[in-house]
């Protein structure tokens, strides 16, 4: 069994900082890519970023230069700094991991309400 745990979400003011955090835990043997989606109402789940095991970021264009993805291999752990927050970030934010145990598998966590709104 594999669980993944978000917490960081919350309201924040435009312009605000926020700083999501995942951990992984259960029988792991290794974690290859993790990553944070987004899904706002009426619309689609969309990768906001992601980050290899050897530290290689991408980003969706809308968060380049605010956003900023790192991991911690030692602790499961990925997080997501999002600086500069607009109204158009709120959504439900999902943690998401590929992780190998037996085989390769797609794990996701429960999800984090951001709300930006004055």
């Known amino acids: 069994q594999v669980q993944l745990v978000e917490s960081g979400g919350g309201l924040v003011q435009p312009g605000g900082s926020l700083r999501l955090s995942c951990a992984a835990s259960?029988?792991?043997?290794?974690?290859?890519?993790m990553g944070w989606y987004r899904q706002a109402p009426g619309k689609e789940r969309e990768l906001v970023a992601s980050?290899?095991?050897?530290?290689?970021?991408n980003y969706v264009d809308g968060v380049k230069g605010r956003f900023t993805i790192s991991r911690d291999n030692s602790k499961n752990t990925v997080y997501l700094q999002m600086n500069s927050l607009k109204p158009e970030d709120t959504a439900v934010y999902y943690c998401?991991?590929?992780?190998?145990?037996?085989?390769?598998?797609?794990?996701w966590g429960q999800g984090t309400q951001v709300t930006v709104s004055s």
């Open positions: 980050i290899t095991s050897s530290g290689s970021t």
């Open positions: 259960g029988s792991i043997r290794s974690i290859h890519v």
């Open positions: 998401n991991a590929r992780i190998f145990i037996i085989v390769l598998s797609d794990y």
